[in-house]
Structures are given as C-alpha cells and as structure tokens.
C-alpha cells in the first residue's frame, strides 16, 4: 500500500500587491503519494512554481491545510525528505559540481560514504567528467543535470523537479528523464515534475493541470501548453 506523503487541502497561495491580493493559488487539493509520478502542465504564471514551493514546504500557504504524514508537521517537516529542483540556476557558485552535489548529504549529517554516493549520483546522469569543475564553467543544460544529482543523492522520499528540462533540447531532456525513472525504478520515491514540453508530461502515470491558480487533477488529455 503507498503510502500519502503530501496531502493538501483547498490550499491557496496569494499575495499583496498594493491594497489588493493577488492569488498566484486559488485552491489545490491533492493527495501524493509514494511512487506516484506526476507531471504539471500549465501555462506560464499560472502557478506551478509557487505550488512546488508550498510542497517542499519552503512556503507556506495563505489557505487551506498542507500535510506530510509520513515527514512531520510543517514545523518539524524532515527537509533532506524532499528534494526540490529549482527552476531557476541553484548551483553554489564557490563549489564545485561534486561540491554542490554532497551538500544534501552534509546537511543530513550522513554518515555514510559521502564521496562513493557523489559519483553515483553523478554517474546516474553522465556528469562525471564535470565532477571538478565550477558552475560558471558549465552550461545551462550541465547546471539543471547536476542540480538533478544533487536531487537525488540523499535518496529522498520525494523529488520535486521545476521544469527540469527547460534548458535542454528535447532529445537531451528526454535523456535525462530516463535517467531519472530508471533510478527511481523499484523505489518509493515520489516524482513530481512541471513541465511545457506535452512529450514529457506523458511519459508520467498522472497529469496535473494548472488553470489560472486552481490545480486540476483529473486531466486525461494534454493541450499545448
Ligand atoms: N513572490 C511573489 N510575489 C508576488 N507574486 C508572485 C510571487 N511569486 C509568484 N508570483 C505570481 O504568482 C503567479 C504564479 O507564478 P509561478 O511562478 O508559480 O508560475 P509558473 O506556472 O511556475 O510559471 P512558469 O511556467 O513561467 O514558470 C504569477 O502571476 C506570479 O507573478
Ligand atoms: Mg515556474
């Protein structure tokens, strides 16, 4: 039985601008749950972004209840549980990729062995080459494949990937994404990712749809989005 690792109910995100609020979230009710795999569509601003935020618990909501059952409540939620990807570059400048690859693993206290589970993580997405390198020497595409390492190295009960493909070409982030489903193949793991690129959303069990701040989850066919 999978188990429900977010659980979230009639949440809402808004924010103030000037006298007025302005609701990035109007309602999203969902349920995640281990092995689930997940892609969110939607157009741009419709607020994809801030709902990753919100199950990473890096936000909070304005509405609504956020739950993780199985990793604490929010003030005590178990953050080397989940694993966000950022939309945005999120690599540490002064690290290198193998650097910025064990930081999880550090901030976990791991106690394992931290440079064994690096190349690992590294090799899962053919970056080893890069392993010494900074940031600034690397491309946009390298940045989101080792941001995706660093994902997935702590082996966390969920990953939540903001358009983790964006930066790619297609064949290049379908790459990535088998890379990805065959780590993850046989784990508990939870997968969510958002995503414009209709290929990728299908290659997920389940598709989410973002309209304008209210979550959509019964979605069975994929427009252009
Ligand atoms: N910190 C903030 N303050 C004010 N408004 C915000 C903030 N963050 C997001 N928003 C607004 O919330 C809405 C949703 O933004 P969000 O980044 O979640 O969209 P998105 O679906 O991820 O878009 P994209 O596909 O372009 O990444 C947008 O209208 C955005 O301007
Ligand atoms: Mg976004």
């Known amino acids: 039985m999978n188990k429900t690792l977010i659980h979230a109910d009639a949440i809402g995100r808004s924010y103030a601008q000037g006298e007025a609020q302005v609701a990035a979230i109007v309602s999203a009710t969902f349920l995640l749950k281990e092995q689930d795999r997940i892609a969110i569509i939607g157009r741009s601003g419709s607020g994809k972004s801030t709902l990753m935020h919100l199950m990473a618990g890096l936000d909070v909501p304005t509405s609504g209840t956020l739950m993780w059952p199985e990793l604490g409540a ?12 950022f939309q945005a570059p999120s690599l540490l400048e002064p690290l290198t990729v193998s650097e910025n690859v064990a930081l999880p693993l550090l901030l976990a206290n791991f106690t394992g062995d931290i440079a064994a589970a690096v190349r690992a993580a590294l090799a899962t997405f053919h970056l080893q080459e890069l392993a010494h390198k900074l940031p600034e020497e690397l491309s946009g595409g390298q940045m989101q494949r080792v941001a995706m390492a660093r994902a997935i190295v702590g082996n966390p009960r969920v990953i939540l990937a903001d ?5 790619l070409d297609q064949p290049t982030g379908h790459a990535l994404l088998d890379a990805l489903l065959v780590h993850l193949a046989g784990t508990s793991t939870a997968l969510v990712i958002s995503t414009h690129d209709p290929l990728v959303a299908k290659r997920m069990n389940t598709i989410w749809q973002m309209d304008q701040g209210v979550l959509k989850t019964n979605v069975t066919s994929i427009e252009a989005v």
Do not use: F, H, N, S
């Open 163 to 167: 358009e983790p493909t964006g930066q």
């Open 74 to 85: 929010p003030d005590t939620l178990l953050p080397e549980q989940i694993a966000l990807v």
